[in-house]
């Protein structure tokens, strides 16, 4: 399995995508925790620390964005080369730009292809930046 062992934290308001991102991550062997609005994302990285990688919804509620999130997280130095990936439904081509300008180490469109997501986790985890909006590659 790809990920075995990977420890995932995953910023994601949605319910729904919170199940499926579990689902795949723990079929994968990865080891999983979740930030729900992005409010507490630092401390409850730092509990769940050490960290692989990042999955960070562009889009989270009460008027926080996941390039918000991400300016923080780079802020503490135990998360400052932790690679950090956008899985979201924004229009990729403002998305990725801005993603990849911000240091961002890929995106990943909404909704995930389920059979893909763990490759391209992987992949992203080997130092290989990934741009998929949707469809197409990047």
Aim: net charge neutral; charged share 25%; hydrophobic share 45%.
């Amino acid at each position: 399995m790809p990920l075995t062992d990977k420890r995932i934290f995953v910023v994601e308001d949605n319910l729904e995508n919170r199940i499926i991102f579990q689902f795949i991550l723990l079929q994968e062997g990865a080891k999983v925790e979740f930030d729900r609005w992005g409010r507490d994302t630092i401390r409850r990285l730092q509990t769940f620390a050490p960290v692989d990688i990042i999955l960070l919804d562009l889009m989270l509620g009460a008027g926080i964005t996941g390039f918000q999130i991400y300016d923080e997280i780079r802020k503490v130095s135990d998360f400052a080369k932790t690679p950090v990936v956008a899985v979201s439904a924004t229009d990729p081509a403002t998305a990725i730009p801005k993603a990849k300008m911000k240091g961002f180490s890929g995106f990943i469109a909404k909704p995930v292809n389920e059979s893909n997501f763990a490759g391209q986790l992987e992949k992203i985890l080997g130092g290989e930046p990934l741009w998929y909006s949707g469809g197409r590659w990047g």
